[in-house]
């Protein structure tokens, strides 16, 4: 009897060990310092860099200790897949097939930890992207609010921010980007708009618009050819939205912030 019994010990003995030591075998390769989910926070291509603080969504990549990760955010599509750590510095991740089957050690995607603790990936004739342990600070853009009256829009205004292709950056942060560094002032005085216009090494340009006041903004009064004003709005953070177009065609318009000059 005992004799018949121990192939059934011993089988149960096996899969207990498959059930107490799977799991342990599983995080070998998957060093606990890697764990969490990893932010871009710095993102080059074609020498230029990108500021994810300005971006509209993050690009996350997230080590599980199960040695799972997922990949998603800006820029990307989300992906999925098992990684491990090669040696103290360096990630494979192995990205799951469509049909959910492991990903061949072929097409890893490596990452390596440099000297300031963050992940580095260069992808072959595409960007290198920072990974931090941290989110990028979220530059918000302001939300539009009505004016009051006429009045409190006048006084000289600076632009400091452009919102383009869904990201709220500096002028400094655009012309990293666009490599066009555009200067543009605004006096404001009751209906009359005074606007002075550069970008990059191109002659500056100088308008005289007549604004009319507009259910809480400033919209002006004459939309001829050449550049116009579309409309003024005041902004919950004090500062003033511009929407300026290029012609009188009705496109969409650039959308530039100003502060108030000091």
């Not at 121990?6 to 342990?24: D, E, K, R």
Request: glycine share 8%; charged share 20%; hydrophobic share 40%.
């Amino acid at each position: 009897m005992k004799s018949s019994r121990l192939p059934a010990i011993l089988l149960t003995f096996a899969l207990l060990c498959v059930i107490v030591l799977g799991p342990q075998a599983a995080l070998a390769d998957t060093d606990p310092k890697f764990v969490g989910s990893w932010y871009a926070i710095s993102f080059v291509l074609n020498e230029k860099e990108w500021y994810p603080e300005t971006w509209d969504q993050d690009l996350v990549v997230t080590l599980s200790s199960d040695g799972r990760f997922s990949w998603g955010g800006k820029f990307y599509d989300n992906f999925t897949g098992t990684w491990s750590a090669l040696n103290g510095t360096e990630l494979q991740l192995l990205v799951d097939n469509k049909d959910g089957t492991p990903g061949s050690e072929e097409d890893a995607v490596r990452l390596s930890l440099n000297q300031d603790g963050c992940l580095v990936y260069v992808e072959e004739n595409g960007p290198t992207i920072i990974f931090a342990d941290h989110a990028p600070n979220r530059a918000v853009r302001p939300e539009v609010i009505r004016g009051e009256n006429v009045y409190q829009f006048s006084g000289s205004w600076v632009l400091t921010h452009i919102f383009v292709a869904d990201m709220f950056v500096t002028t400094e942060q655009f012309a990293a980007i666009d490599g066009t560094m555009i200067t543009f002032s605004l006096v404001l005085d009751g209906l009359d708009a005074y606007v002075s216009f550069r970008a990059g090494t191109a002659p500056e340009v100088s308008q005289q618009f007549k604004m009319k006041y507009d259910n809480g903004t400033l919209v002006q009064a004459q939309t001829g050819g050449g550049n116009y004003v579309r409309r003024l709005s005041l902004t919950d953070n004090g500062m003033l939205l511009v929407e300026y177009c290029p012609d009188g065609s009705g496109q969409e318009p650039l959308m530039f912030y100003f502060e108030k000059a000091e």
